[in-house]
């Protein structure tokens, strides 16, 4: 089956809203300052069904940053982070995770490497964190890894240069995506991008750089969510057609295209129980 795929993080970033008549979501932070596992699991019980029960099988939730900047526009602010100690940020995740897993709802932790201490919304622009990420923002990754719970990972848009000496954003970069997570963490699920249209990367980089980039970095599902100006020049036939090109001429070798495409054959039939 295809993927059918879904923002469902609960609070500000609910697609399933109550006024379409499904039930009241609260946020991760909520749920991090109350830090009751059993009100974690019922809500993420509650979201898992409903979305079994809509039709979707991918979740792009839950968000393992850490609320480490009171101040960021897009995590902390929103309420998306249960909080600021990795510790807790694991053990409400990791509940999170199991509630879906066990409706064969694949998640997708996010947002890889870490996006709790910046300042800008990679949204509209750029987000260095360079000077304020922590190496404590990949606890929550390495633990539900190590757990073998988790199916789906989400880059992130951010600059570190810590982490990437060219300052490529995480979603661009192999080596925050293929040395850090594939080979230091030992994440073998599925990389999906963040939005490829957010202006952190739409604004330096051309479409055709940052498809060829991305997917040599190690991104094995990339997704263009549609919802800006100009939308039309990024349809599912553009992109295909420039990644084939690309393909054909080189610059993306088969073998990586291949690799994507079995990871992926190889999730739906393993855990969507779905023959290859």
């Not at 993420?44 to 792009?60: D, S």
């Not at 199991?98 to 490497?113: L, Q, R, Y």
């Given at each position: 089956?295809?993927?059918?795929?879904?923002?469902?993080?609960?609070?500000?970033?609910?697609?399933?809203?109550?006024?379409?008549?499904?039930?009241?979501?609260?946020?991760?932070?909520?749920?991090?300052?109350?830090?009751?596992?059993?009100s974690t699991k019922y809500y993420?019980?509650?979201?898992?069904?409903?979305?079994?029960?809509?039709?979707?099988?991918?979740?792009?939730a839950p968000v393992l940053d850490l609320a480490s900047n009171p101040e960021n526009p897009v995590i902390a602010k929103n309420g998306r982070s249960y909080g600021a100690d990795p510790k807790l940020v694991y053990k409400h995740?990791?509940?999170?995770?199991?509630?879906?897993?066990?409706?064969?709802?694949?998640?997708?932790?996010?947002?890889?490497?870490?996006?709790g201490s910046s300042l800008a919304d990679t949204h509209f622009g750029i987000a260095d964190v360079t000077n304020?990420?922590?190496k404590s923002e990949l606890i929550p990754y390495k633990r539900l890894i190590n757990d073998g719970v988790l199916r789906g990972v989400m880059s992130a848009?951010?600059?570190?240069?810590?982490l990437e000496p060219d300052s490529l954003p995480g979603t661009l970069s192999r080596k925050i995506l293929q040395e850090i997570l594939r080979n230091d963490l030992g994440f073998q699920g599925i990389i999906f991008s963040d939005d490829m249209q957010m202006h952190a990367i739409t604004k330096h980089y051309g479409l055709e750089s940052a498809i060829e980039l991305?997917?040599?970095?190690?991104?094995?599902?990339?997704?263009?969510?549609n919802n800006i100006q100009n939308s039309k020049n990024r349809t599912v036939s553009v992109v295909h057609k420039i990644i084939t090109e690309?393909?054909?001429?080189?610059r993306i070798p088969m073998a990586r295209i291949n690799e994507s495409y079995n990871r992926i054959m190889r999730t739906k039939a393993d855990y969507l129980n779905v023959e290859d």
């Open positions: 089956p295809l993927f059918m795929a879904i923002d469902q993080e609960g609070g500000r970033v609910n697609r399933l809203k109550t006024k379409y008549g499904f039930p009241k979501s609260v946020t991760a932070e909520y749920l991090g300052i109350l830090d009751n596992v059993d993420a019980k509650t979201t898992a069904g409903i979305l079994k029960r809509t039709g979707f099988n991918v979740n792009f995740a990791k509940i999170t995770v199991e509630e879906h897993n066990a409706e064969k709802i694949i998640t997708v932790g996010k947002h890889f490497p870490g996006h304020t990420w922590d848009h951010i600059v570190n240069a810590r991305g997917i040599n970095a190690g991104l094995d599902v990339i997704i263009f969510s690309m393909v054909l001429d080189g």
